[in-house]
């Protein structure tokens, strides 16, 4: 009988991440490890470096020191569906060795953009940045699939469809340009389209602000839904704690760039210890 | 005018070297090519040359055939698969003057043919080059400007987005609507744009007999397939590659496995279809004759 894991095996680790512009200007010394099936939110009032600390860990943005290690394990999506990710020899777009530890600023660029493509989403804060606004909602949402090979239009079509439903936009609507959609409507198609091919590690760069409230209720609602369905490991960052406490199983928090408290969601939300995470939730600092 | 023979032993005006070029440039312009030919597909920057045409007209591909050109040579221009158009007469002239080389409207008869949007009907043979004349040698250009970054996209095989071009066609017109330019994948690696041939010749550009080569004069690209190179157009499983056909047959020779042209013959709405490649209609009708 096959049981549940009760340790789950690391997928992310930060190992003394820096990365500064100025005096506490960025990140500094960040270390964490995110495991497999977590959503860890990152929270901080603005200009604290939760967006360059997601940078660095995505791969965009290369830190001035430290360390971004993912470990590959089972085989993903793109790997179970015939692209070219297992090959022994690495291809021009293939990542290589199937398991393993990656160092995301050692390997080539070729390898880190492969990941970025095949096994990795990004949600970014604005939908408009994530979307082709020239295309259509279909063509947005299987992108990714015809990335990873898929050359079946009425398949792409199909699964278009399906996550046009998932999170709950309109399925008739799939020839719609992204323009004629609301700016909630937006992101749901945004996140349509990163999670389409259902990658083992998502971020997110607060996808909930620039929205109505009410939006962002239902938003929330369908992202935690769809993270525990799917059992996604996310590292989610936003300077709202109402999201994070929705979404996060666990947090840290961030000021001048630094670290100030780490633990598990509740904990830190109902017993912090740090005067700034205290005044946080208070809600004594707005953002 | 004297005539002198030039280092190749052909005639040419003096003043001008053998086919305008100097022999540093074509010797600069046959490296890349070289490149070209070793890698099927990819885009080779050049040091292009001004040429005493304006560009749209052709520089590119007359820069690539002035670096080929031999004095044995016989060059024939084709236009949209006419020997006849302004552009194919003067390119034609152009070569005449400054190579000395015989020309030919003949498909079989030529060494290296000249061409803008088409590939002849007749299948060419080893013996034969084909130089197309390219406006937009990027087929990536039209989702990203950036040249830095389509640089990269081809070196990383990222073409997702060839095939979004393609999802979006279907989505509008129920089938892929791309008629001209109609993007390929050569040699199973980098994906090309064969410059505005109608889709009808893309077939013909897949294990060619002959050495193809592409040139775009102003943005100083050339590329090449080279002689049986696999050419694969970019498609569907379930909307596969079609060319186009038409119902009739040409009106002038009968030919029904040729690329035809509409023609108005009258203000009253009057028309007709007729080969666009004139040496193939003379042909056929020849052999009718
Ligand atoms: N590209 C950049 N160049 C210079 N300074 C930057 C850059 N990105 C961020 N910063 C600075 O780094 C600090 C942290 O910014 P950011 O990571 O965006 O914070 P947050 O996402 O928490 O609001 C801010 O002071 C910001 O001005
Ligand atoms: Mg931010």
Redesign the interface.
């Known amino acids: 009988m096959k049981r549940p894991q009760l340790i789950r095996p690391a997928l992310l680790e930060a190992r003394n991440i820096t990365r500064l512009y100025g005096p506490k200007q960025g990140c500094e010394e960040i270390d964490f490890t995110l495991h497999q099936g977590e959503v860890l939110g990152i929270v901080g009032e603005s200009g604290s470096g939760k967006s360059t600390l997601l940078r660095v860990l995505s791969g965009l943005e290369k830190p001035d020191n430290g360390q971004v290690i993912y470990h590959r394990s089972e085989p993903s999506f793109s790997e179970l569906t015939g692209t070219d990710l297992t090959t022994p020899e690495p291809a021009h777009t293939g990542l290589g060795g199937a398991e393993g530890a990656l160092d995301l600023y050692a390997i080539s660029e070729a390898r880190r953009r492969a990941l970025l493509r095949m096994e990795w989403g990004l949600v970014h804060q604005n939908p408009r940045d994530g979307l082709r606004l020239g295309v259509s909602a279909g063509a947005n949402v299987s992108e990714r699939l015809m990335a990873l090979g898929q050359r079946h239009y009425g398949n792409l079509r199909a699964a278009s469809q399906d996550w046009m439903g998932r999170v709950e936009l309109d399925p008739r609507r799939i020839d719609d340009a992204p323009r004629t959609f609301s700016g909630g409507m937006q992101q749901r198609l945004q996140i349509a389209r990163t999670l389409v091919t259902e990658p083992r590690l998502v971020f997110m760069d607060e996808p909930t602000g620039g929205l109505d409230v009410s939006v962002q209720a239902r938003l929330l609602d369908m992202l935690r839904t769809l993270t525990r369905q799917l059992g996604l490991s996310v590292i989610l960052v936003t300077h709202d704690l109402a999201v994070a406490r929705l979404l996060a199983h666990r947090l840290m928090v961030m000021r001048q760039g630094r670290v100030v408290e780490a633990g598990l969601t509740d904990q830190i939300l109902d017993d912090p210890q740090h005067d700034y995470t205290q005044l946080l939730v208070s809600s004594v600092l707005t953002p | 005018m004297t005539l002198r023979v030039d280092d190749q032993g052909g005639l040419a005006y003096s003043g001008y070297n053998f086919a305008y070029l100097d022999e540093q440039t074509k010797r600069m312009i046959r490296r890349a090519l070289l490149k070209a030919v070793a890698i099927p597909g990819y885009q080779v920057p050049f040091g292009g040359r001004e040429m005493p045409m304006p560009y749209g007209w052709g520089t590119g591909g007359m820069q690539l055939t002035a670096s080929i050109l031999g004095a044995d040579d016989v060059l024939k221009v084709i236009d949209q698969g006419a020997d006849d158009t302004t552009n194919a007469v003067s390119i034609r002239t152009f070569f005449e003057r400054v190579a000395g080389v015989e020309t030919t409207t003949s498909t079989a008869a030529a060494s290296v043919i000249q061409t803008r949007h088409r590939i002849p009907e007749l299948p060419l043979s080893r013996h034969q080059i084909l130089v197309f004349q390219v406006p937009i040698p990027e087929p990536l250009r039209f989702?990203e400007p950036s040249e830095e970054e389509t640089r990269?996209m081809h070196?990383?095989?990222?073409?997702?987005?060839m095939?979004?071009?393609l999802?979006?066609d279907?989505?509008?017109h129920g089938h892929i609507a791309t008629t001209y330019a109609y993007p390929v994948k050569v040699d199973e690696?980098y994906v090309m744009d064969p410059s505005p041939i109608p889709k009808f010749d893309n077939p013909k550009l897949d294990m060619n007999e002959a050495l193809m080569l592409f040139g775009a004069g102003r943005e100083k690209r050339l590329y090449a397939i080279p002689p049986y190179t696999q050419v694969k157009s970019l498609?569907?499983?379930?909307?596969p590659f079609e060319i186009q056909s038409w119902d009739e047959a040409c009106a002038l020779c009968g030919a029904s496995d040729s690329y035809l042209d509409e023609v108005i013959t009258d203000d009253q709405g009057g028309r007709m279809f007729v080969c666009s490649d004139t040496d193939y209609c003379q042909q056929c009708r020849g052999e009718v004759a």
Not at chain 2, 235 to 239: A, K, L, P, R, Y
């Open positions: 989702i990269v070196a990383l095989e990222e073409y997702g987005v095939h979004v071009k999802y979006e279907i989505a509008r690696r498609d569907f499983e379930d909307h």
